[in-house]
């Protein structure tokens, strides 16, 4: 008799998405003529940069000719693109990496759940709240939130707040793995580099090993905060860093992502040998992945040409001024908010000690504007309201002024 | 102290392709004049097929214009491609399938090993000897071969040789869950409806469930030979099913696939309760995956549009005109073959009982021809050996026509 892996019955339904389409559309057959203007997914509108474009037509080309097809590709991904990211990406930062250190996956979203396999399941793991959800429900599938029902078995949740500046403080008691998220989805701000120092300092103290998730790197316009952890003295040693191309290049349906894995990253044995990472995540995706689509690989690659990144930042840039237009205006309004300066999402305060789900109503039925409730996001994200700057400008300078006029 | 998962440790270096690397390397520099034809690998060399190639375009060219600009798709997969498959690849076998039904990824080597995610450890794994490396080394990646040395925990290795005509006979003892691959790699053979029956019985009879691998099922030409487990009675309460567009339609560098999880396909929870697996692997899906990029799935879906389909079975044609040039070439040179008839692998025994090194070395030194050996994928491969029909025609010949010279 063939068994399930019952964690799985442990995670909850995917509620939020789902419920706030449940809302909408209750909202809107009982208002057909209202205009709904959407600010809660964080997916990218602008089309791909012609750079990009053209790179992606060539290499698919390249597939229909004798001379140039091409079968499989290395699973780690094609040198041409690595070593792309270690000129472009990463020696501007004054980041060192191998090729050996880069693997390119289709996503940050695959890859910060796949790591898990390659660490054993009596690992203390640390997580914020709130947080991009996939980070605790891997863990929970995996059994390391104890008995159902229970949920602080092997997963430690970290408070991220308006008092700690919304990034974690140091656990009080020992955490073999923390997942640190910066810029941060859902509150939209970036970690310091004297913050990332604090836990590279903590995670070599104490052999644990950062989970780095720098998908919104691309999106910090301020100085002083690391676009990689491996800014930080040390981190070479202890972190783990996931980037993707979804969100700096509108690759959300083209699926591109990195994982770098520092061949000094190590973890241990039952019997305290130390073990190199890099061997492990090189074995897991030799052994469970084929590498990513190469016409991908290739258009990934032209986003850091020079013309490529002078289109890709001019599309950056669009959405960071998207995010000027509703921070500056919910300031004028005498809202409280946060992000939206580093990131692509603003954080907002519910006015009032309105839960969240109540200040979402009130936005729909007030406004006709549609975001996404911070409470979906951990129960510290009660109170809290999450708007994404992925969007029309002429939306959202609507929805803003709509805001602004009718939000009672 | 963060800790690895120990059972990585308990995998074999990926040996054999890198050793025949190793040895061929060694044999040129000694003979650099030696043209030496490469029938080892099974990987395509077919360009795309102009209709793939045209959609695959058209797509691309969407994502560079804002009004049909996309960002995530579904992560199942595209109902234009699921739509598709339903129509046009199972339909015609007699199977309906529904839209929840089917799962598209970039790739069945990823899905054959993710799909353990969803099933309990203490599960009884029955695997075929000789077989596809990745059946085994994920189940060993995730503890189920026991300890470190041991290698018969979880695992039952089902002999697959000439006597049961390479098709493993039912277990004496339970197993929960049982790989198929058909037709097989590496042996080349097709496995017939009687003999798919005697398993699903099985499996029905004793609440197993069936991993069907039928990523070469293209490559079928004869009657009698089912293209998909679903074309069994009772399958579709048994069964979960992997294909690819990899061999099919030259996809091994684009990356698509599908799994067909049949909504009355269940197991068990430790209290005996039955839970549906599609939902579980929806779940896993949604979760841990973004779904295959849109221009690829665009790509796959024109594989089956009729002049698609014209094209894209001129190529395994192609593929399988080589097969029979091999097998016919070697049988009238005295030596004993399987397969080449269902599948695009000749399965060679080797002449004078020589191990399946040996007659690598033999072959490279006297014919300059490089093959698989049969030994590296399970111990009941020794004494056989493999060799692609995937390559040039005039090179193939070449080969063939060397070892009936040649050979001593």
């Not at 780095?212 to 990689?228: H, K, L, M, N, V």
């Not at 083209?254 to 039952?270: H, I, S």
């Not at 004028?332 to 999402?345: E, I, Q, R």
């Amino acid at each position: 008799m063939a068994r399930i892996n019952e964690h799985y019955l442990k995670l909850k339904a995917g509620y939020l998405f789902p419920e706030i389409g449940r809302r909408v559309r209750a909202f809107t057959e009982a208002n057909p003529s209202a205009k709904v203007i959407r600010l809660g997914i964080g997916d990218v509108t602008l089309p791909l940069p012609p750079v990009v474009l053209d790179a992606f037509h060539a290499a698919v080309a390249e597939l229909g000719d004798g001379r140039t097809f091409r079968g499989y590709g290395p699973e780690q991904g094609y040198d041409f693109l690595i070593d792309t990211l270690i000129e472009k990406a990463y020696a501007p930062l004054g980041v060192r990496l191998k090729r050996a250190e880069i693997f390119i996956s289709d996503g940050s979203k695959c890859d910060t759940a796949n790591v898990l396999d390659i660490f054993a399941l009596d690992n203390r793991v640390a997580i914020g709240d709130p947080v991009y959800p996939v980070y605790n429900d891997t863990n929970v599938m995996i059994g390391r939130s104890g008995p159902a029902g229970g949920d602080r078995g092997g997963i430690v949740y970290m408070p991220c707040t308006e008092a700690n500046g919304f990034f974690p403080d140091l656990p009080e008691g020992r955490v073999d793995i923390v997942y640190l998220c910066s810029p941060n989805n859902p509150t939209g701000t970036a970690a310091a580099a004297a913050q990332l120092e604090g836990w590279v300092d903590y995670a070599l103290a104490n052999d644990a090993v950062i989970f780095y998730d720098a998908a919104y790197e691309a999106f910090i316009t301020e100085p002083g905060f690391p676009r990689s952890i491996y800014e930080v003295e040390g981190a070479n040693r202890c972190a783990i860093e996931f980037r993707s191309f979804s969100k700096t290049a509108g690759f959300t349906g083209v699926r591109c992502g990195l994982t770098v894995v520092p061949e000094n990253v190590a973890a241990k044995t039952p019997a305290g040998e130390a073990v190199p990472l890099n061997r492990l995540w090189n074995r897991r995706q030799t052994t469970k992945f084929n590498g990513v689509s190469y016409p991908v690989q290739k258009a990934a690659a032209a986003v850091y040409t020079d013309e490529g990144w002078r289109q890709t930042k001019a599309n950056i840039d669009y959405y960071m001024g998207n995010a000027k237009v509703i921070r500056d205006g919910l300031s004028s309004a005498g809202l409280t908010v946060y992000g939206g300066v580093n990131a692509p999402y603003i954080w907002l305060k519910t006015p009032g000690g309105l839960s969240s789900w109540d200040f979402f109503d009130k936005l729909l039925t007030e406004c006709h504007v549609v975001g996404t409730p911070g409470s979906g996001f951990g129960p510290s994200g009660e109170g809290f309201f999450r708007i994404s700057a992925f969007g029309n400008r002429d939306s959202v300078a609507e929805a803003v002024d709509r805001i602004r006029r009718r939000l009672k």
